[in-house]
């Protein structure tokens, strides 16, 4: 594979060929050559070789490589504003190319919120000055994220905000909520909600169990998720609002989903990488890298949602990317920080699910990329003539051992530290731009 130098623009376009394409769109996995001209994709070939290219054109020969859209991940927390040792958006976006993320949305619970216009434009602008990976705001559901107040949510929809969530702060109020889904609505705007009874989950960082029991924890019943859920659901009901069940974790709330998905209401539903690989056995030495919220489930929920990711039920997962510094994790593990970065090994973890549970590739791709995309309304997902030249060339035989000290996120506390994946990201395009290329 040719080198160029992240961040060149080819003033020629840039060809890639003899590459094993993924098109979600299609569902065409097969051989092909793709075409990438100021900014977009122009053509697109379904054989090895090109059949025609001008001599100006920087060929890239992808050896029979995995050439797929960019990712889409629609669930990542930084710290700026307000904790920027934790991580900045250009670090946050080093980390995204890095892992072959090209379009990330950032999470509204900075400090302060991202619950008014102004801060919706300061991260688009604070994104265009980086000018790496495409970077999209989230929008703060309520003011300050207090679950009491409506923010400002048509003015933010105006300025950019993407969809709107307070995170992993349910919405108690249920008349709130209604309004919040309401307004949304008539802005055509996706609203997600952490289904989280707060009372249940309260100080909780373990799911209730013999597991949890033995080790001391203090924990929850995978019923908390379930109860608000349906609540969540009667309002969507209600009010026809487009709405996404943000990290579904357990198997009860999957039987709500379906419920939901078979009434015909425009509900979607996100997983994290991190409970479609580990489960609740992985907390047994008091590992505070695995201190998450949810917190991680038993086997059998596990394999629930590989199943329903596989069906369909599922569609979409996350890199759940929630930085943390190392004073923040090093702590008894019900007093640690939870969360986990994700960004760079959300693909070879999301590819584990092909090589070792035999999911569908085609499927696997679209759960990151087309299917975020379509959600959010963005053009990219898919590898067609005049989508954006959002790419990602990857051999996903290629084996990948986690080094959290290496990664480009400022924070360390991954899960898959020291863990064996498959899967190295070659080359990260983003508007016909090489923002990331493995070393030689």
């Keep these: 594979m040719s080198a160029m130098p992240p961040g060149a623009k080819s ?11 993924i098109d979600p769109e299609s569902g065409y996995d097969g051989p092909g050559c793709v075409v990438v001209s100021e900014g977009v994709i122009a053509d697109v070939q379904k054989r090895p070789k090109l059949e025609a290219g001008s001599a100006a054109m920087k060929v890239i020969d992808c050896s029979g490589a995995v050439l797929a859209p960019g990712l889409v991940d629609m669930r990542v927390k930084t710290g700026e504003p307000g904790a920027e040792p934790k991580e900045t958006l250009k670090s946050a976006s080093r980390a995204a190319a890095a892992g072959g993320v090209t379009s990330i949305v950032v999470q509204p619970d900075t400090n302060p919120p991202v ?11 604070r994104a265009r000055d980086i000018e790496l990976v495409h970077v999209y705001p989230a929008g703060a559901a309520t003011k300050g994220l207090g679950g009491e107040r409506m923010a400002e949510l048509g003015l933010m929809a105006e300025a950019g905000a993407v969809y709107f969530t307070d995170v992993d702060r349910p919405i108690v109020n249920s008349k709130v909520l209604r309004r919040v889904l309401s307004y949304a609505g008539a802005f055509n705007t996706l609203v997600a909600h952490r289904p989280k009874d707060p009372w249940l989950s309260d100080g909780a960082c373990a799911t209730e169990g013999e597991l949890a029991a033995r080790l001391g924890l203090p ?12 609540r969540d659901l009667a309002l969507v009901e209600l009010t026809g609002a487009a709405f996404l069940v943000d990290q579904i974790s357990t198997a009860e709330a999957l039987e709500c989903l379906k419920r939901a998905k078979d009434k015909g209401l425009e509900v979607s539903a996100s997983c994290s990488i991190n409970h479609l690989t580990f489960n609740e056995i992985d907390i047994g030495d008091y ?15 596990r394999q629930a949602l590989i199943e329903a ?18 004073e923040d994790k090093r702590l008894p593990f019900s007093e640690a920080a939870p969360g986990a970065v994700g960004l760079e090994t959300l693909l070879p973890a999301l590819l584990n699910l092909h090589h070792e549970a035999g999911l569908d590739l085609v499927d ?17 997902g898919r590898i067609a003539s005049g989508a954006p030249a959002d790419l990602v060339l990857v051999d996903i035989g290629a084996p990948v051992r986690i080094d959290a000290d290496k990664l480009a996120s400022k924070s360390k506390n991954s899960p898959f530290d020291g863990r064996r994946l498959q899967g190295q990201v070659l080359m990260t395009v983003v508007d ?5 290329q493995a070393a030689q």
């Excluded at 619950?115 to 602008?125: G, H, N, Q, T």
């Excluded at 990711?309 to 190392?326: F, M, N, Q, R, Y």
């Excluded at 696997?364 to 990219?380: C, D, N, S, W, Y």
């Excluded at 016909?432 to 990331?436: E, I, S, W």
């Design 11 to 21: 003033g020629s376009p840039l060809a890639f060929v003899n590459a094993r394409l």
């Design 115 to 125: 619950d008014e216009p102004a801060m919706v434009d300061f991260i688009l602008r």
């Design 219 to 230: 924990s929850a019943p995978a019923a908390a998720e379930k109860i608000m859920l349906e």
């Design 287 to 301: 590992r505070t890298f695995y201190r998450l919220d949810p917190p991680l489930r038993p086997e059998r929920d």
């Design 309 to 326: 990711l596989a069906e369909g039920l599922i569609d979409l997962v996350v890199s759940a990317h929630a930085p943390a510094p190392a």
């Design 364 to 380: 696997l791709i679209r759960a990151v990329t087309l299917a975020p995309a379509q959600l959010l309304g963005l053009q990219g």
């Design 432 to 436: 016909g731009r090489v923002v990331h």
